[in-house]
T-cell receptor
């Protein structure tokens, strides 16, 4: 149980285009999903918290107009990188928390999306 | 503020035991989590300590001392597949279960 999928796994796009990344919880309903960005050999950087049915909460320094997050259902959150530029190239990972798991902080991660902007 | 410190790299020999330490500083504490990440992959949950003491899951154990703001991950009978980065994390106080992550420890295992 607690499987999170992410699509696409890899995308290469031209500078100026927009890219949409989907994150799905396959066997549970996730009221909260998290979006991370990770550069090579670095830690995970939380970009935003995606809440079903409400606006996402962005971390300081993350442009909400550039990284659009939509959490339209209990099993799907999307991250759209708008007008992508080479500096947006990174590994984007989503995660979800299993409802009812009490005080533990377990997050279940999708396999990640490697974005390369040319 | 909140921060976690862990060694950047640890080297060990296959079959041996290795300990990865994590010290944290946080205004509110809800427990210490450990995650494993292989190169090119996503993090996977390993363990969680909400109370002091040792939690054991197979070859992996995790320890917490809240009075010392310290924890460690212990890996026994090391296998080559354990080569990965290991992250400790704590929950951000007053948050919607958002995690603050350590910088990660790269575990290198030699045959």
């Amino acid at each position: 149980g607690a499987v999170v999928s992410q699509h696409p796994s890899r995308v290469i796009c031209k500078s100026g285009t927009s890219v949409k990344i989907e994150c799905r919880s396959l066997d549970f309903q996730a009221t909260t999903m998290f979006w991370y960005r990770q550069f090579p050999k670095q830690s995970l950087m939380l970009m935003a918290t995606s809440n079903e049915g409400s606006k996402a909460t962005y971390e300081q320094g993350v442009e909400k107009d550039k990284f659009l997050i939509n959490h339209a259902s209990l099993t799907l959150s999307t991250l759209t990188v708008t007008s992508a530029h080479p500096e947006d190239s990174s590994f984007y990972i989503c995660s979800a928390r299993l409802p009812g798991q009490g005080f533990t902080d377990t997050q279940y991660f999708g396999p990640g999306t490697r974005l390369t902007v040319l | 503020g909140q921060s976690l410190e862990q060694p950047s790299e640890v080297t060990a020999v296959e079959g041996a035991i290795v300990q990865i330490n994590c010290t944290y500083q946080t205004s509110g504490f809800y427990g210490l989590s450990w995650y494993q990440q292989h190169d090119g992959g996503a993090p996977t949950f390993l363990s969680y300590n909400g109370l002091d003491g040792l939690e054991e899951t197979g070859r992996f154990s995790s320890f917490l001392s809240r009075s010392d703001s310290y924890g460690y991950l212990l890996l026994q009978e090391l296998q080559m597949k354990d080569s990965a980065s290991y992250f400790c994390a704590v929950r951000r106080p007053d948050s919607n279960y958002q995690l603050i992550w350590g910088a990660g420890t790269k575990l290198i295992i030699k045959p």
